[in-house]
């Protein structure tokens, strides 16, 4: 073929390093997954993209390591969030290489006169290897996690909706980050157990769910509404006591923070756009808190209560 340009050059040994990184992440992910046909299929595709890498390094000419930096973030992540999380973050970057792709095989440079160049053979067939992954990851994902999605929400959007509320409504009725922190964390748990016993018995009260199926479901639940009380109450334990508007401040950006942590995570996992649902629960979470914060306020006043 023709001179590569130095722009070309530059796509492809960019492909040639994320072409590493994947291969990296996926031996990773294929290390702790549990599933044997699971381990394989990632074990394979980790296999495909050491060739990929090795196709672009005839052009290149040189050896690129991977991204470390990168391969320890998705590892932590999939640790964290789950292999589910990871694998579609790293297709939806795949997709984001598809015009680089395109481009490489329309024209793969010039020649000595500045000509085109013949297009690089191998495009097609990359190419068509990465869309066989993402067919083989769709029908392999089925993580848990990701089954208990309604059970992560109820607990996570109940503790946001009612924590925001009660901790706004306290906060300048008891001004005092001190006693603002102990109601919200009796508060807090005793919701927890509330919530966790309530879905278990929500669960059980269906035939076709198992008790143990309904045990793990109270339990995605309540760590997830027990989380959410440890973040929101947090910033009135860090706060001095009467820093209590610091303490609210904060308070209600860790609030808005969960809400786009958790749609980013469920808009990652299903494919879907999350700013609609993240918009909505912000915008609930924070109208409650803004409506406690006002009867808290007039409570104060009309009880004539004085801490």
């Not at 500045?114 to 053979?121: E, K, L, T």
């Not at 809400?259 to 912000?282: D, P």
Request: glycine share 8%; proline share 3%.
């Amino acid at each position: 073929m023709g001179v590569l340009t130095s722009e070309t050059l530059k796509t492809i040994e960019t492909l040639q390093r994320a072409e590493a990184t994947d291969a990296r992440v996926y031996r990773q992910l294929a290390a702790w997954v549990k599933d044997p046909a699971e381990r394989r299929t990632l074990t394979n595709i980790a296999a495909d993209e050491d060739e990929h890498y090795a196709t672009w390094r005839r052009y290149t000419g040189r050896d690129l390591p991977p991204r470390r930096g990168r391969v320890a973030w998705y590892s932590l992540m999939g640790r964290v969030l789950g292999y589910t999380f990871v694998i579609k973050l790293m297709e939806s970057c795949e997709n984001r290489s598809a015009a680089a792709y395109e481009a490489l095989g329309a024209a793969g440079g010039k020649d000595e006169d500045c000509r085109p160049g013949p297009v690089i053979p191998e495009v097609a067939q990359i190419m068509a290897r990465e869309q066989a992954h993402e067919d083989q990851l769709v029908n392999m994902l089925d993580e848990e996690r990701l089954h208990h999605v309604g059970d992560i929400v109820l607990g996570l959007n109940d503790a946001l909706v009612e924590l925001t509320g009660t901790i706004a409504g306290l906060t300048f009725a008891l001004a005092n980050t001190r006693v603002i922190a102990l109601a919200g964390i009796i508060t807090g748990v005793a919701a927890t157990l509330s919530m966790a016993a309530s879905n278990y018995l929500a669960k059980g009260a269906d035939t076709r769910v198992s008790n143990a199926d309904a045990l793990r479901a109270s339990l995605y639940t309540g760590v997830a509404y027990l989380v959410t009380v440890v973040a929101l109450v947090l910033p009135y334990l860090i706060f001095p006591a009467r820093a209590y508007v610091g303490a609210l401040v904060m308070m209600l950006v860790a609030a808005v923070l969960i809400i786009f942590a958790f749609n980013y995570y469920v808009g990652v996992t299903r494919g879907e756009s999350y700013w609609r649902r993240f918009a909505q629960m912000a915008a609930l979470s924070l109208g409650v808190a803004a409506l406690s914060f006002v009867i808290g306020l007039g409570a104060k006043k009309l009880l004539g209560v004085e801490v």
